[in-house]
């Protein structure tokens, strides 16, 4: 095999991996929400909540169905984008229309994959990285629907990155101890002091875990980064959508999406940043 050849075989098993992942994400982001909202309505609410931790049934059962008519879907049905595209975004049963975020969600896990791959090659690292970036888009997709940031998801998140960098896989032990408590208190500080001066909750406390999951995974240094590029993504797609009059000022808007983007960018090219940025000012 030629050496040439290597980077098409390891490209082409990062994008089938991703649509597999992705296929699966799609099934996280609506189930688990609804988990969590009956787990919450249970009148037992610490079993309900153990439920929710422990068992990962829903996640299996009931099996992948339309959610219009509720027939069971063949496997050929949910082949990754290619059945969307063979149904043409309709139920082979019913002909009700499936959302185009589903192969969307799926072509988006596929390029995030490919990137990490492409990044850090075939390694631990590339393994950690993947798993990062999928949850960060599985965060985003729920962040977006439901204003909610899933303790199951953030939490495991943010043990994980400590994991990884008992390795100094992505930065040093202490900077990801360190950055794990900064960005918990950092927005938590943010959080209460908006509060205090505008009588306003302008953030959620899954930012803060997500926040703090950043710091475990990247470190202290790269925090006020993404901090810095989370606001501006918002505050600009914020004032876009009042200026084109898609959305009222009073709307609360999530912030996942845009501590998720900013998380990612800082994961593949933050340390150039920080370092074009320290030496700029020098």
């Given at each position: ?112 994959t490919w990137l990490v791959v492409s990044h850090f090659g075939l390694s631990i690292t590339a393994g950690y990285a993947c798993l990062f970036v999928w949850c960060l888009l599985t965060l985003s997709l729920i962040d977006q ?138």
């Open positions: 095999m030629s050496v040439d050849t290597l980077p098409w075989i390891s490209g082409g098993l990062a994008i089938l991996l991703g649509l597999i992942i992705g296929s699966f994400l799609n099934v996280v982001v609506i189930r688990l929400p609804q988990k969590i909202c009956a787990a919450t309505h249970d009148p037992e609410h610490t079993a309900g909540t153990r439920r929710l931790w422990f068992g990962l049934d829903y996640l299996i059962r009931p099996e992948s169905h339309c959610m219009h008519c509720r027939h069971n879907l063949r496997p050929w049905h949910n082949i990754p984008v290619l059945s969307w595209l063979w149904l043409r975004g309709q139920c082979a049963y019913c002909a009700a229309r499936i959302s185009p975020r589903y192969p969307l969600t799926e072509t988006a896990t596929a390029l995030a629907d439901t204003r909610l940031l899933p303790d199951q998801l953030t939490l495991p998140l943010l043990w994980l990155g400590l994991l990884a960098n008992l390795n100094q896989t992505f930065t040093t032990l202490e900077s990801a101890v360190i950055g794990a408590v900064a960005g918990y208190v950092s927005l938590w500080l943010v959080f209460h002091l908006f509060h205090l001066m505008t009588g306003k909750y302008g953030l959620g406390y899954g930012d803060f875990k997500l926040y703090a999951a950043f710091g475990a995974w990247l470190g202290w240094e790269l925090l006020p980064q993404i901090l810095l590029f989370a606001s501006l993504s918002g505050t600009l797609l914020g004032a876009g959508l009042i200026l084109l009059r898609h959305q009222d000022r009073q709307t609360p808007m999530p912030f996942g999406p845009h501590l998720a983007a900013a998380g990612c960018l800082a994961l593949f090219y933050g340390a150039e940043i920080n370092y074009w940025y320290l030496t700029t000012l020098s």
